[in-house]
């Protein structure tokens, strides 16, 4: 079981970046896929997740509009992707798959799996 | 969202001794069906993280018996057993209750 994810990138200010998390040795599709932020020297941040089977998105709101997160099930690969990058965007991402559980609401816990990060830069 | 707390913030520990974490959430992580929904991860130097406690006290697969998470509601502690010079890095507790999940600070294990 892995998540393996698109290398570096280094991008100017206003830019597009699409990155992406490739699934293996599991059911790709019946579990949710999650990204999490840690911009250099700093915590962790909870970016949103999917769940691959219908693509069912749920974003934090700190990133609510900012991010999209997408899936191709085809290929059992998720996304992350930014239309305009700012220099706060400079952090490593990575993907997690993620249990969840419903009780009343969606709640997420336990990322059981890691991708090995993508650092992403943004410098003019 | 809900805010989670954790010291200390530095632990310096010698090998062969025990270290403790605290984590404390702005709310209940009880749920009415006996689940705390608090997990512990590390992320050693140069590492991704990973999960080594879920649920409030369930070790992660493959994760030494040496780590036991415990507490209830909104206090919960990481005990770290006979520390080893391996168990360096980065501890985090994060709630998983409310979308967004949120993590506490960290915790820099370290050793004398």
């Known amino acids: 079981v892995q998540l393996v994810q698109s290398g570096a990138e280094v991008k100017k200010p206003g830019e597009s970046l699409k990155i992406s998390c490739k699934g293996s040795g599991y059911n790709f599709p019946i579990f949710w896929i999650g990204w999490v932020r840690q911009m250099p020297g700093k915590g962790l941040e909870w970016v949103g997740i999917i769940y691959p089977s219908d693509s069912d998105t749920r974003y934090s709101p700190s990133f609510q509009g900012r991010v999209t997160i997408s899936v191709d099930i085809s290929i059992s690969t998720a996304y992350l992707q930014w239309s305009s990058l700012t220099a706060s965007d400079t952090a490593t991402y990575y993907c997690?798959?993620?249990?969840?559980?419903?009780?009343?609401?969606?709640?997420?816990?336990?990322?059981?799996?890691w991708g090995q990060g993508t650092t992403v830069t943004v410098s003019s | 969202d809900i805010v989670m707390t954790q010291s200390p913030v530095s632990l310096p520990v010698t090998p062969g001794e025990s270290a403790s974490i605290s984590c404390t959430s702005s709310?209940?992580?009880?749920?009415?069906?006996?689940?705390?929904?608090l997990d512990w991860y590390v992320q050693k130097p140069g590492q991704s993280p990973q999960v080594l406690i879920y649920l409030g006290s369930k070790r992660a697969s493959g994760v030494p018996d040496r780590f036991r998470g415990s507490g209830s509601g909104t206090d919960f502690t990481l005990k770290i057993s006979r520390v080893e010079a391996e168990d360096v890095g980065d501890y985090y507790c994060?709630?998983?209750?409310?979308?967004?999940?949120?993590f506490g600070q960290g915790t820099k294990v370290e050793i004398k």
């Open positions: 994060m709630q998983g209750l409310q979308t967004p999940p949120t």
């Open positions: 709310q209940s992580l009880l749920h009415s069906n006996g689940n705390n929904y």
């Open positions: 997690v798959r993620h249990y969840i559980v419903w009780l009343g609401i969606l709640t997420p816990y336990n990322m059981d799996v």
